[in-house]
């Protein structure tokens, strides 16, 4: 069973185009979180969400703009998609609150977004 | 903002040897952790420290959590090739950053057979 999944894996697409990529966790984690990973491979954190509510909002371009249904759901929809949004975005997930152990984050396999 | 300095940038080495990672810092951190990243993967936890001077051992990765909570190393000793990857130090907290994690630009470890 996948822990932290992401959908889809790879994604092309043209730039100026809108495009959702979707992450789901089956750990009972209550935080997830949203990563830019470059072509430097340096991660980056875009987005935390904990039981739904935004917690973590970085200098993030307002063309991405994350939304969680749910505490196991995190979706990430991109508008008017540019060249340099080309990276591997990778969702997270932990369960920090009351554990005393943060940083522990179990990442999906990422999805690779190639805007030409 | 919070940085992390990681180093090395990157390592070719031959397999048995020893690996020396580490990462430095300006600001305090509570917590250090070492992922470790394979192609087409995301990280994976390695070693988490949690308290200054705390020495962890995961097999054949030991890592430290530096006294003055600036700094952490990792080892790997007797390197096999499926170490091959990137490690990434990540450092949580103070409060006053929310506890976000903060990771270090990795090192890329190639292993010669």
């Known amino acids: 069973d996948t822990a932290v999944s992401q959908t889809p894996k790879y994604l092309v697409t043209q730039m100026g185009n809108d495009k959702s990529i979707k992450c789901e966790q089956n750990?009972?984690?209550?935080?997830m979180y949203w990563y830019k990973q470059d072509s430097k491979k340096f991660l980056k954190i875009m987005f935390s969400?904990?039981?739904?509510?935004?917690?973590i909002n970085e200098t993030v371009p307002n063309r991405f703009s994350p939304k969680s249904p749910d505490k196991a759901h995190l979706n990430l929809h991109i508008n008017s998609l540019e060249l340099g949004d080309s990276a591997v975005y990778f969702c997270?997930?932990?369960?920090?609150?009351?554990?005393?152990?943060?940083?522990?984050?179990?990442f999906g396999e990422g999805s690779r977004l190639t805007v030409l | 903002g919070q940085q992390l300095n990681q180093s090395p940038q990157s390592m070719f080495i031959q397999e048995g040897e020893d690996v020396s990672m580490n990462c430095t810092s300006s600001?305090?951190?509570?917590?250090w952790l070492w992922y470790k990243q394979d192609p087409g993967e995301g990280p994976v936890l390695l070693i988490a420290?949690?308290?200054?001077?705390e020495l962890t051992s995961n097999g054949r990765l030991t890592a430290q959590f530096g006294i003055t909570r600036k700094d952490s190393f990792l080892n790997i000793s007797a390197s096999i090739p499926s170490d091959v990857g990137i490690y990434f130090c990540?450092?949580?907290?103070?409060?006053?950053?929310?506890?976000?994690?903060?990771f270090g630009a990795g090192t890329i470890l190639r292993v010669k057979s």
């Open positions: 750990l009972g984690h209550d935080t």
């Open positions: 997270a997930s932990s369960q920090e609150r009351g554990t005393g152990r943060p940083g522990e984050l179990f």
């Open positions: 969400y904990n039981n739904k509510e935004l917690i």
């Open positions: 600001s305090i951190f509570n917590t």
């Open positions: 990540a450092g949580c907290g103070p409060m006053e950053y929310g506890n976000k994690l903060v």
């Open positions: 420290l949690y308290k200054a001077g």
